[in-house]
């Protein structure tokens, strides 16, 4: 496929429980971004990787969160130990990294993550 | 502290008219502004983007315009078509950051036939 490809596209979890989330993304695209859209509120900037560099990880909530993103391809995001509040919609982008396709963000459909 | 706003949730219009989406920011470092269009259960897509450089930029039906003295962009979408209903968020980027966008909460966009 063409574009970013996320799984599970929906996942419930009881609370306390660890998820991962996992994000492809474009082939030959180096910048990776986690986003999350909570209920009634805009997309939420989680951490970016580009290439080798270290990933900013400024916009992760809590210790909680962490990513990783393997031979600088797939992503998995892992929240522990998961709360009520984690519930949101996790998107992932790729970019091409350069140019002004720096920040042409393109989506995948998203992580429907709900925490009972 | 939301950087960038979009203070109408909703906004319905009848198909061939125009569309007028409002964004205001407050943050004077962002330098590019784009706008992105979601439909339900899809991840955003990219309809148009403009530098700070630029008051206007067209692409077909649509048209940003930036009034950076005033820090507010609108979206116009004419003739708007019952296709375009969707939420339409805004986002900027800043000098020094410009990989990390900031979005709105964005505008839930409905064209009535």
């Not at chain 2, 061939?16 to 470092?29: A, V």
């Not at chain 2, 692409?59 to 962009?73: E, I």
């Not at chain 2, 296709?83 to 409905?110: E, I, M, P, Q």
Request: net charge neutral.
């Amino acid at each position: 496929g063409a574009g970013v490809s996320q799984s599970p596209s929906n996942k419930v979890t009881e609370k306390g429980k660890d998820v991962e989330l996992r994000c492809d993304p474009i082939s030959g695209h180096t910048a990776l971004y986690w986003y999350r859209q909570s209920l009634g509120q805009g997309l939420e900037f989680l951490i970016y990787f580009q290439g080798n560099s270290a990933p900013d990880k400024s916009g992760l909530p809590s210790d909680r969160f962490s990513a990783e993103r393997t031979g600088g391809s797939v992503s998995t995001l892992t929240i522990q130990r998961t709360q009520q509040e984690d519930s949101a919609v996790y998107l992932c982008a790729s970019s091409l990294g350069w140019g002004e396709g720096y920040i042409l963000l393109h989506f995948g459909n998203g992580t429907r993550l709900t925490v009972t | 502290d939301q950087q960038v706003k979009q203070n109408s949730p909703s906004l319905s219009v009848q198909e061939g008219r125009i569309s007028i989406l409002n964004c205001d920011y407050t943050n004077s470092m962002f330098d590019y502004f784009l706008w992105y269009k979601k439909y339900p259960a899809e991840g955003p897509t990219f309809l148009i983007s403009i530098s700070s450089i630029k008051d206007k930029n067209e692409d077909g039906r649509f048209t940003v315009f930036l009034n950076k003295s005033a820090k507010h962009l609108s979206l116009h979408i004419v003739p708007s078509q019952p296709g375009d209903s969707a939420v339409y968020f805004c986002a900027a980027s800043a000098r020094g950051s410009n990989y990390k966008l900031t979005f709105g909460k964005g505008t839930l966009l409905t064209v009535n036939p």
